[in-house]
């Protein structure tokens, strides 16, 4: 079955570590898209990228960086830079032409110990 | 620039109310509309879409029509189950008149429903 995986599903980072949530689809999708989810709170957009080795920052980009080498593949990194780190984390993908829509992952919770 | 706003929540309804929750949209373009839902630790799903004025997208009961004039896709069920706790988020995905999309969704801010016995 097509869809889009997201791992881990949970992750516990230190202080000033660097680390790296993982987003997969075989959708064939050309775009996507990492978004953070505060508690009670809408989806902010990290980064997103619509075509290989090409990416553009979101809304919140500061922190946090990606790679689009693949295209089934986007991972994403956050850095030691980001000071309030602690969210969900969904990653989507979706087309570039008509839209359809965006198919999400399950999501990784990253917390800070 | 496109922005997306919903009622504010949370909502709370006994099960068999009806079920309305608005969402108001800006868009420079031609926009897609979408309703997601998100149960508790989980991402986001597909629940309806319309991609032009008049559209009615519908799914599991829920139903929204796109209104142009009003610049707004409000979600409705006639009889919530409490199964349908969760959070709803309105979008938009913004596209030229060729209908290539501009590259990203914009949500509202998402609203809390729980459904009480």
């Known amino acids: 079955d097509g869809g889009i995986t997201q791992s881990p599903k949970y992750l516990f980072r230190k202080e000033g570590q660097n680390v790296t949530l993982s987003c997969e689809q075989n959708?064939?999708?050309?775009?996507m898209y990492w978004y953070r989810q505060d508690p009670g709170q809408g989806l902010r957009l990290i980064y997103y990228?619509?075509?290989?080795?090409?990416?553009q920052k979101g809304d919140i980009a500061e922190g946090y960086s990606v790679s689009r080498e693949k295209k089934e593949s986007f991972p994403l990194t956050v850095t030691s830079a980001q000071k309030n780190p602690t969210a969900f984390y969904l990653c989507?993908?979706?087309?570039?032409?008509?839209?359809?829509?965006?198919?999400f992952g399950s999501g990784t919770r990253l917390t800070v110990v | 620039g496109d922005s997306v706003t919903q009622m504010e929540g949370p909502v709370t309804l006994s099960e068999e109310a009806f079920l309305t929750i608005n969402c108001t949209y800006t868009?420079?373009?031609?926009?897609?509309l979408f309703w997601y839902v998100q149960y508790p630790g989980e991402g986001l799903q597909l629940l309806l879409k319309?991609?032009?004025?008049?559209d009615k997208g519908s799914n599991k009961g829920f139903e929204a029509t796109y209104r142009k004039e009003t610049t707004s896709f409000h979600l409705e069920k006639g009889s919530v189950q409490v199964s349908d706790s969760a959070v709803y988020f309105c979008a938009l995905s913004d596209h030229n008149a060729g209908g290539t999309s501009y590259g990203k969704l914009t949500f509202g801010q998402g609203t809390i429903l729980t459904v009480h016995p």
């Open positions: 989507a993908s979706g087309s570039t032409g008509y839209t359809y829509g965006y198919t």
């Open positions: 319309a991609t032009k004025a008049d």
């Open positions: 990228s619509q075509i290989v080795n090409d990416f």
């Open positions: 959708l064939n999708h050309d775009a």
């Open positions: 868009a420079t373009g031609y926009p897609s």
